[in-house]
């Protein structure tokens, strides 16, 4: 990205990993945060991360993009550069109350920068249906959104075999890939993928 600030060239393969799992990945580092401080002063900033993406695009079927759960400059620039966001909440208070100005922060992109973004939906994450503490956050979301926004039926669970997969470098499906969580990521992509229009 600190090519396209600089207005140089775009390498295309700069930082990008092939995985063994017919995925690619380009993943972040520290100087991530250095670049958002970099990226106040440049003009056009909500838009550098959206020329790089277009640059690519027609090489992937999809490009997801993982973002940090602030609403800085790199998010931002994330949503301008997406047809639309699906929102990962941890079922915890928290999480949970972050959740409205994270919307209204996806309308106010949507209104000004990307009148295409569209908000896929709500997926709870981190979930432990055995406490009623997270049966109480879950029906809270459905309550406070399930009308405006969809809150995915299916969930992500709370598992130590889910935490274990950046330890390990490898993907839930081949960490634990009969594990509840590869299944709830996969019936989640069904799920998505069935959406499509």
Do not use: W
Not at 29 to 34: H, Y
């Amino acid at each position: 990205m600190m090519d396209v600030i600089n207005e140089e060239e775009i390498s295309l393969e700069d930082g990008i990993l092939h995985h063994q799992e017919n995925v690619d990945l380009l993943p972040a580092n520290i100087e991530l945060s250095a670049l958002e401080v970099t990226m106040g002063n440049v003009m056009s900033r909500e838009m550098i991360m959206k020329e790089y993406i277009d640059a690519i695009r027609c090489r992937y079927d999809y490009i997801l993009i993982d973002c940090m759960p602030s609403l800085g400059m790199m998010t931002i620039n994330a949503l301008v550069s997406s047809d639309s966001v699906l929102i990962p909440v941890q079922a915890a208070y928290l999480p949970v109350k972050g959740l409205q100005q994270l919307i209204k922060t996806i309308l106010t992109v949507k209104k000004r920068l990307n009148r295409k973004l569209a908000i896929e939906g709500i997926l709870l994450t981190m979930v432990d249906f055995r406490t009623n503490y997270a049966r109480d956050i879950a029906s809270r979301v459905h309550t406070t959104y399930g009308s405006q926004i969809e809150v995915f039926e299916n969930v992500i669970p709370m598992s130590v075999k889910a935490a274990e997969t950046s330890a390990e470098g490898k993907s839930i499906y081949m960490h634990c890939p009969k594990g509840k969580v590869a299944e709830a990521y996969m019936k989640l992509t069904q799920e998505v993928l069935s959406n499509e229009k």
